[in-house]
């Protein structure tokens, strides 16, 4: 099953995807409550998928989204010696984590915002992200897909001189307000097969990133695995699984994202998000977009 958020007469509902037929049937709830355990109920009124503008799926955020570095092995050669004083000795023997703030989150079509007064070294990221469905802690690896709701696709957009500008973090590289597109439907987990995602990042049409999950360090069980040692994770937790190689910052030349800037990200049976780079004053007060 696939599950988007539209909104429809001023409220969010959830709706069940039919690709195929390129329709959306409106729920009496919202996908936030059904990833907690909600009833789905029956769907109700169905409508063009063209007639609607799709939303981020989740709004409701426990917490930061919780984030993999590193985890294609391919992405972990091509940054040697570019990671400014934050380099390992070696391919770690666990994963890399770190968070990025839920204001980050836009929808599958929605603008990046971009503020080169902030950083001028804007760059994509093409991620399968999951959410969590059932809460665990310490759980198994042999068990850890049976806490997976579903899968869906990211771009992990950062500031790469924001990463390294305020000492050996992520966080405010990969934090600022309305840069990280979610969606663009939750795939349900039953209709998943993990092993073989094809993850892809087209930027103005030329296509930089290309990979299987297959090429994963670690495996979505492993990470969930070690994410929840000693840590609970929780019905509507949101995982992002990490970038393969291409990214911006590893290219000879670098390209780094610029105003007007197209970028299309896709994984194979997760559907593709379309985002444009737009300019916005993120250095102004107020809050979100
Ligand atoms: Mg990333």
Redesign the pocket.
């Known amino acids: 099953m696939k599950l988007a958020s539209v909104t429809v007469g001023g409220v969010r509902r959830a709706g069940v995807v039919d690709s195929a037929e390129e329709t959306v049937a409106l729920l009496s709830t919202t996908v936030d409550d059904v990833v907690r355990g909600g009833p789905a109920g029956e769907p109700g009124e169905v409508l063009p998928l063209a007639e609607v503008r799709l939303e981020s799926p989740l709004r409701r955020f426990n917490r930061d989204v919780l984030?993999?570095?590193w985890n294609y092995l391919d992405h972990f050669e091509e940054l040697k010696g570019r990671r400014g004083g934050q380099e390992p000795a070696s391919l770690p023997e666990r994963p890399t984590f770190f968070t990025k703030g839920p204001d980050t989150v836009i929808g599958p079509f929605d603008d990046i915002s971009y503020d080169p007064s902030l950083s001028q070294k804007w760059d994509y990221?093409a991620?399968i992200a999951l959410v969590i469905g059932r809460d665990g802690r310490s759980i198994p690896e042999e068990k850890a897909l049976d806490h997976v709701f579903g899968f869906l696709v990211a771009n992990?957009v950062?500031q790469r001189d924001l990463q390294r500008a305020h000492g050996g973090q992520w966080l405010k590289g990969k934090s600022i307000d309305g840069t990280m597109p979610l969606g663009p439907w939750i795939t349900t987990a039953d209709s998943v097969d993990p092993a073989d995602l094809r993850v892809r990042c087209e930027v103005n049409g030329v296509l930089l990133q290309d990979a299987s999950s297959a090429q994963m360090a670690f495996s979505f069980a492993r990470i969930i695995a070690e994410l929840s040692s000693g840590m609970t994770l929780r019905a509507g937790d949101v995982v992002?699984t990490?970038?393969p190689s291409g990214v911006g910052n590893a290219r000879e030349p670098q390209v780094f994202l610029r105003d007007g800037d197209l970028v299309v990200t896709r994984v194979s049976g997760l559907g593709e998000l379309r985002n444009t780079v737009t300019l916005t004053d993120l250095a102004g007060e107020g809050r979100g977009r």
Do not use: A, K, Q, Y
């Open positions: 984030c993999t570095g990221e991620e992990d950062s992002l990490g970038t």
